[in-house]
């Protein structure tokens, strides 16, 4: 076994082990996106800087390659939520499981973005920056990361809890995971993205919770966020049209609250502007006729 394979392979055995990771079945619960183009750029996520592909795996075949490692290592954080734990702390987690599976941090840079990852707590949706912060038991922590090679990029976000959460939080969280089940479950060749934004949307509010406007999903390919946009709301037959071999990825974003957000004085941090509490979780899909192919395990 080489060493990369090695890496590799360390980095998919996470998947296997417990955590503390949020699931649409127990209420005790322990993840880049657009802005719309109407939007305020300041909250949106950094464009990845492309850099030129050689002789090689298309961007969207690295996608799909490189997709289970992100996830992997998005799982590994996870995992290591604790009480007291400092939120740069997991940035520099990261960077090193980045490393070990030969693949170098997407979002570090990107619009002088300035960290490795994202980490935004309870009422804070994306975005958050990683600072000398201190977690504290009952939090939803959002994790985002990014991994990217040569030849293309992948990303996946998500929500964990600081051991255990119940109530209005355990159950935003059920909802958001069913949100983006939902979405994934019409993606298909001829499907519309409006179909997608219906589905998330729909799950969301028949909750009596809100889904996010202001940030989008997107498509990967040539450019590490491009077209088709994948809003949470949307009217199903309407929008783009998905057609075989797009990569995707796909955002569920809940608020407990109402939908308005506010960007922080950091320029970046987006959280609800009433302040209740929120949640995110994405995947990273292939399209093909008939359903979709999921790149990145759902960690449920």
């Not at 127990?26 to 305020?40: G, R």
């Not at 929500?159 to 479950?185: H, N, S, W, Y």
């Amino acid at each position: 076994m080489t060493r990369r394979t090695a890496l590799a392979h360390a980095v998919f055995t996470l998947l296997g082990c417990k955590s503390k990771i949020l699931n649409s079945d127990s209420d005790s619960l322990p993840a880049e996106e657009t802005k719309p183009s109407s939007a305020h750029p300041d909250a949106g996520v950094p464009s990845l800087r492309v850099v030129p592909l050689g002789v090689g795996p298309t961007p969207q075949a690295e996608a799909a390659r490189i997709s289970p490692l992100v996830s992997g290592i998005l799982n590994e954080l996870g995992r290591s939520l604790c009480n007291g734990l400092r939120t740069k702390d997991l940035e520099g987690r990261a960077i090193e499981l980045l490393r070990a599976a030969d693949l170098d941090p997407r979002m570090l840079g990107f619009r002088a973005f300035p960290s490795a990852i994202a980490v935004s707590i309870d009422d804070e949706v994306l975005h958050g920056i990683p600072s000398e912060r201190v977690l504290t038991a009952g939090q939803l922590v959002k994790i985002q990361v990014g991994g990217r090679t040569r030849a293309g990029t992948a990303d996946q976000g998500w929500t964990f809890a600081v051991g255990p959460i119940d109530g209005e939080k355990a159950r935003l969280c059920r909802v958001g995971v069913a949100a983006l089940k939902d979405a994934i479950a019409v993606i298909k060749t001829g499907a519309r993205t409006g179909d997608v934004g219906a589905a998330i949307q729909g799950t969301i509010e028949v909750a009596g919770f809100a889904a996010v406007r202001d940030f989008t999903g997107y498509g990967i390919g040539e450019k590490a966020i491009q077209d088709p946009q994948l809003p949470c709301v949307g009217v199903r037959g309407t929008g783009a049209m998905l057609t075989s071999g797009m990569v995707l990825h796909v955002h569920a974003i809940a608020v407990a609250g109402a939908y308005a957000l506010i960007t922080r004085p950091d320029k970046w941090t987006a959280a609800t502007k009433d302040g209740r509490a929120s949640v995110l979780f994405t995947a990273v899909v292939r399209v093909r006729p008939g359903g979709c192919d999921v790149l990145t395990p759902l960690l449920v």
